[in-house]
């Protein structure tokens, strides 16, 4: 099956406990390269996570990145500094005493010294089911976004897919007219070492037997049954893989590599007015082929 290895996915996650953004990101890569941005709340569900995504994909550099924002609930403390508090009180005595103040010492007095009063928000203590839910939500989270992901390759996949056939259709019908043209070059070839054997027969005593046999031999290496039959096999091994459910990027990579070694050996085999043509032909859509199929899975 055809899915491209480039794709995107995003999505947020709110409920009472806080809210959750998982965003995938995946590239052309040759092999699977796993990059993780786990927040250390979540931290120890990284292995797990890394699991689930080599489960999913098969190639790519993947970035998984993962936001997660509790909602926590606080009480808040108030801590009196005694020390302090009770130096103030005598100073104030002290200034009564001459005259410089009166009055008591009040709480607001006291409120607007932060040296004798802090009040500081503390949180709740760790809650291990409270935890649990909020990795299983981050785990559904990430389950989605990578359906999304699979979602978004397989759409590019088709695209992908539909381009690929129809240049392996345009392979299969230009190793057909090589075919033909190597065996009319191969018949022409025979008639003009027939025409030079009958132009010499009149000069000097040939053997019409070992003639033929080098007329025979010269023609046969000029054969390119072979490579056709093999080619043929590998545009058929192209169908079996693209319509398998397995990934087959890097299959469809080594079977264009095969591909392009047999037509390489055409061209220095075949003989005819219209082989260089079709072999450039052949060339070119090979390596068009192996540029798309670069951003196979």
Known sequence: MIKSMTGFASLTHEDERGTIAVTVRAVNHRFLDLQLRVPQSVGGLEARLRALL??????????????VQLREVTSPTVELNLEVAQALAAAVDRAREQGLV???????DLLRLPQAIAIRERSVEADPALDARVAASVKAAVEQALADLDAMRVREGAHL???????????AELIEQLRVGADEGRQALEARLRDR????RLQLPVDQAMIAQEIVRAAARSDIAEEVTRFRAH?????????????????????????????NTIGSKADGPRISELIINAKAELERMREQVQNVE
């Open 161 to 171: 897919g539909a381009d690929l056939d129809a240049r392996r259709q345009t392979l």
């Open 54 to 67: 080599q489960k999913r994909l098969a190639r790519g550099r993947v970035e998984l990145g993962i936001s």
């Open 102 to 108: 009166s009055g008591q010492l009040t709480p607001g």
């Open 235 to 263: 545009l058929a091994h192209w169908r079996t893989l693209t319509d398998g459910d397995e990934p087959c990027g890097r299959k469809l990579d080594f079977l264009l590599q095969e591909m392009n070694r047999e037509i």
């Open 197 to 200: 054997v009958d132009e010499l």
